[in-house]
Nanobody
Framework: QVQLVESGGGLVQAGGSLRLSCAASGHFFSSYTMGWFRQAPGKEREFVAAISWSGGSTYYADSVKGRFTISRANAKNTVYLQMNSLKPEDTAVYYC??????????????????WGQGTQVTVSS
C-alpha cells in the first residue's frame, strides 16, 4: 500500500513558477514509476509527466515539454514537479500517482494503482 500527499500548489501569475511535491508513505517507493496528472474543470484527467523508478528516464506531455521537469528523491520518498513559464491553460488540480516499476513510463490513468488527493494550481493572466 502506498499513500501519496501532494503539496505546493497555489495561485501564480502567467510566466511564473511553482514546485509541486508528492510525499509517499509505505514500502518500496523506489520501485514505483511515479507520474503527475492534472484535471481542469469539465475536462478529463490528463497525463503530464512520468519518471522511472530509478529516475533515469522521464516522459512528458507535449503541452509541458520544455517547461516542466519531473524529478524524484528516493531517499526522501518524494517526487517533484518543477513548473516554469506557467500559462493560464495550466490551471488544474494536479495529482501524483504511483505504478509498479515493471509497467515502465505509464501515461494512462488506468496504469496507476495509487493516487494522491490533488493540489490546486491556478495561473492568472
Amino acid at each position: 500500500q502506498v499513500q501519496l500527499v501532494e503539496s505546493g500548489g497555489g495561485l501564480v501569475q502567467a510566466g511564473g513558477s511553482l514546485r509541486l511535491s508528492c510525499a509517499a508513505s509505505g514500502h518500496f517507493f523506489s520501485s514505483y514509476t511515479m507520474g503527475w496528472f492534472r484535471q481542469a474543470p469539465g475536462k478529463e484527467r490528463e497525463f503530464v509527466a512520468a519518471i522511472s523508478w530509478s529516475g533515469g528516464s522521464t516522459y512528458y506531455a507535449d503541452s509541458v515539454k520544455g517547461r516542466f521537469t519531473i524529478s524524484r528523491a528516493n531517499a526522501k520518498n518524494t517526487v517533484y514537479l518543477q513548473m516554469n513559464s506557467l500559462k493560464p491553460e495550466d490551471t488544474a488540480v494536479y495529482y501524483c500517482a504511483a505504478a509498479p516499476g515493471s509497467r515502465g513510463l505509464v501515461v494512462a490513468t488506468t496504469g496507476y494503482d495509487y493516487w494522491g488527493q490533488g493540489t490546486q494550481v491556478t495561473v492568472s493572466s
